[in-house]
């Protein structure tokens, strides 16, 4: 499936209806597009679980389709957040098609052809991540594509230039691509383009994203965490009717601040972005795009270290406090998120 969890298939989707399937949550982790990195997150799985099943079960609430159908308890029930007696890393979905773009070499650059996707095409995933900004905190992206130039604050609905962790009156919508070698920016022009969405249901992406948004800031609001930015994806079901798919509201997902410090993933790509290896995996990015190479990765001169053992411990018990609280169930025992970032603090100051 990836890098961070299993997909098992229980029934195949056909082009006309939808399959089910389980996804197994691991305690791997990915950053920067890497795939698997060395150590494993002790939890994290069941964490990252218990908080997508949580969201989706909001979201439903909203009246919004996703494809949850529930966690899968110790006795292979399927079951929901509230009837679970231990954490569960094993989640019910439905199954829709993928379609991967064809790919060539145009002009020494690689090529995606999306012509598959129409405004018939059902039963399938929408190739693309729909991201969602409420605030913009240091290691946000949208600084490094404003200095390359490669996005303009028109772009983004910005009237000037953003501070880091200056939150923002309104959130901004952002769009990359899905199912591309590395993730790749695009407008929202382009975006419907390659998914071959009509102008209402480019409509109908936006208003579900906000109410995911809403969703997700509400449950982060239980753990007493900012949610800054996220992202989620989308499918069209049988009868093209759009739905929230993958896992939302998690902390591989979303970026989360409690405050001021990051809860998420961000941790780890704040400590890889200090090695040598992350300088090696973006001059091996920038080598491929130029080049038109598609494994960026065999051009890495270098594998990722491990983490800082006691570093791996922290981001092992914010994953799982944080799923704790903002389930508002307390199904790991772990110390509270406060006392949890408290010795983050700590751990940060020593190494300074």
């Known amino acids: 499936m990836g890098s961070v969890k299993d997909l098992e298939v229980i029934q195949q989707p056909t082009r006309t209806a939808m399959g089910v399937g389980k996804f197994h949550f691991s305690d791997r982790y990915s950053v920067f597009d890497w795939g ?29 389709k996703t494809h949850y159908r529930g966690l899968v308890n110790e006795k292979g029930k399927t079951v929901k957040v509230n009837d679970l007696k231990q954490p569960s890393s094993i989640m019910e979905v439905c199954l829709v098609n993928v379609y ?3 790919t060539s070499l145009v002009n020494g650059k690689i090529a995606y052809d999306y012509s598959v996707y129409t405004p018939k095409l059902k039963n399938c995933l929408i190739p693309l991540e729909i991201i969602y900004r409420n605030g913009l905190p240091e290691g946000s ?17 910005l009237e000037h230039y953003p501070k880091p962790a200056e939150n923002l009156a309104k959130p901004i919508f952002d769009v990359s691509t899905k199912l591309e070698e590395t993730d790749r920016y695009v407008t ?4 419907q383009k390659i998914a071959g969405l009509t102008d209402n249901e480019l409509g109908d992406v936006k208003a579900v994203l906000l109410k995911a948004d809403e969703t997700i800031t509400a449950a982060a609001s239980n753990a007493g965490l900012k949610n800054e930015d996220g992202k989620i994806e989308l499918a069209f079901d049988s009868k093209r009717k759009l739905m929230v798919v993958d896992v939302i509201g ?55 270290p491990k983490l800082d053992p006691k570093l791996k411990t922290i981001v092992s018990q914010m994953y799982m406090a944080a799923a704790n609280e903002l389930s508002e169930r307390e199904l790991f025992d772990v110390p509270r998120l406060a006392e949890v970032i408290s010795s983050f603090k700590q751990y940060a100051s020593e190494k300074k």
């Open 36 to 64: 698997e990195m060395p150590d494993h997150i002790q939890g994290k799985g069941a964490a990252l679980c218990l908080m997508g099943a949580y969201c989706f079960e909001r979201l439903e609430e909203k009246g919004v």
């Open 100 to 102: 991967k773009p064809q």
């Open 141 to 157: 992206s949208v600084f490094k594509r404003l200095e390359q130039g490669k996005v303009t604050l028109k772009d983004l609905g």
């Open 188 to 191: 929202w022009q382009e975006a």
């Open 250 to 304: 998690t902390l591989d997902e979303c970026r989360f601040t409690y405050d001021g410090v990051h809860v998420s993933k961000e941790v780890a790509r704040q400590f890889y972005k200090k090695t040598q290896w992350y300088s090696d995996v973006e001059e091996a990015k920038k080598t491929a795009e130029n080049s038109g190479v598609k494994d960026w990765k065999a051009l890495c001169r270098s594998q990722p």
